[in-house]
Structure formats: structure tokens, C-alpha cells
């Protein structure tokens, strides 16, 4: 079955210093996307980062960077120099490379996220 | 460009009425998806499409039928709305070609309140 843990269903940083959200999921292919993304208040789903399974550098953008370890199906997001407007649900997803899975195309799959509160 | 965008934000329908979200996109992507988002949970597959024309089931299709008859928009309809569906409805786009074809782009969400 393929699906996505994310562990800490809430979790709470004072501002300017370092989170780690955990996730782990579950697929028996080997070349697939994963994702994090941002859900403020406002509902949107904003990207975050994006890992190809087939890369062993962790993907950073700016404040933003993983941890990916294939072996353990392991995908943690770090958030360094915490700010409020980082206060948002976060979900960890993948997806499966197009025309290359007999499933769904390309669909996300999603993990029940984690709320992250950002304290002045 | 508006990127992908929903009509309506929000509508409260009574049980058994009808009613069709629509999904825009600009970016001339070819493939759509239907999410519904329930608290608690994260992001669940209604349909998806990838292409004008073709239509398919994803993980959570009972009660809804699409349509996606160009290649810009994606329609999804409730026959007869149930409480159950009480939802926010995201609809999302690939390019399905060149680099980050898999990135899905997301519209900004309808929420359905079903009474």
C-alpha cells in the first residue's frame, strides 16, 4: 500500500530557531517525487520543496531543506531561522513518475500533515 | 497568467441538490486533478484527467461525476449532495512534460458546507 506518515500531528518553534517535521511513506517503486507543502490559514497549497528519489543531494530552498534517506523511506523537512509567517499546516506527499505506473497518473499522495505554530 | 483557479469559493447546498465546481487553468497543462480535504486528513483523490476527453477514478470517486470537455477546464459535478461530502475541494494541474512536469500546481480551494 502506498501511503504517507507524518508523526507529530502538532508542533510548536520559537521564532529564529530550527524545526525538523518528520515523514516516512511507503512505496515499492523505485523512482518517484516527493513534496512538501505549506497550508496556511488561507487554504492554499503553496510548494515548498520538491526531492527526485533518484538524487542523493537533499534539496534546500533558502531557509528550507530535507533530509532524505531512501533506504528508511524517510523525507524530514528542516525550517532554519523560523518566522511567523511560517505558522501552517504542512503536508509531505509523493507521486510516481508519469506513464510509468500502472496506477493513478501522477496523483499525490498525502500525509494528514502537521500543524506548525511559530511563537514570538 | 491566474494559474488555476475555482468557481465557486464557497456554497452551502441543502441534501439532495446539485451542483458543478469548475477548474480553470492557463498554463495549458494536461493533466487535472480533483482533491477532497476533510479535517484531519490530508488530500484525497476524487478524478483526475490527463487530457481533454478522458476522464478517470481515483481513490475516493462515489458521488461525483467530471467532465473534462477542454483542455483548460475540469469540471466536477455533485448529482445529489450528502452531508458526507461536506468538504474543501481542491483541483490541482500538471504540465506533464519538460522539467518539474510532476509539480502539481494547486487552485485556492472551494469549500462545500452540505446541510
Known amino acids: 500500500a502506498q501511503t504517507v506518515t507524518q508523526s507529530q500531528p502538532e508542533m510548536s518553534v520559537q521564532e529564529a530557531e530550527t524545526v525538523t517535521l518528520s515523514c516516512t511513506y511507503d512505496?515499492?517503486?523505485?523512482?518517484?517525487?516527493l513534496f512538501w507543502y505549506k497550508q496556511p490559514p488561507s487554504r492554499q497549497m503553496i510548494l515548498v520543496i520538491r526531492q527526485e528519489a533518484y538524487k542523493q543531494q537533499n534539496a534546500t530552498e533558502n531557509r528550507f531543506s530535507v533530509n532524505f534517506q531512501k533506504a528508511a523511506k524517510s523525507f524530514s523537512l528542516k525550517i532554519s531561522d523560523s518566522q511567523l509567517g511560517d505558522t501552517a499546516m504542512y503536508f509531505c506527499?509523493?507521486?510516481?513518475?508519469?506513464?510509468?505506473?500502472?496506477?493513478?497518473?501522477?496523483?499525490?499522495?498525502f500525509g494528514k500533515g502537521t500543524k506548525l505554530s511559530v511563537k514570538p | 497568467n491566474a494559474g488555476v483557479t475555482q468557481t465557486p469559493k464557497f456554497r452551502v447546498l441543502k441534501t439532495g441538490q446539485s451542483m458543478t465546481l469548475l477548474c480553470a487553468q492557463d498554463?495549458?497543462?494536461?493533466?487535472m486533478y480533483w482533491y477532497r480535504q476533510d479535517p484531519g486528513m490530508g488530500l484525497r483523490l476524487i478524478h483526475y484527467s490527463v487530457g481533454e476527453g478522458t476522464t478517470a477514478k481515483g481513490e475516493v470517486p462515489d458521488g461525483y461525476n467530471v467532465s473534462r470537455l477542454k483542455k483548460q477546464n475540469f469540471l466536477l459535478g455533485l448529482e445529489s449532495a450528502a452531508p458526507s461530502q461536506t468538504s474543501v475541494y481542491f483541483c490541482?494541474?500538471?504540465?506533464?512534460?519538460?522539467?518539474?512536469?510532476?509539480?502539481?500546481?494547486f487552485g485556492p480551494g472551494t469549500r462545500l458546507l452540505v446541510l
Open positions: 512505496t515499492s517503486e523505485s523512482n518517484y517525487y
Open positions: 498554463m495549458n497543462h494536461e493533466y
Open positions: 490541482a494541474s500538471i504540465s506533464g512534460t519538460g522539467t518539474f512536469q510532476e509539480t502539481q500546481y
Open positions: 506527499a509523493f507521486s510516481h513518475p508519469l506513464m510509468n505506473y500502472g496506477g493513478s497518473q501522477g496523483n499525490l499522495i
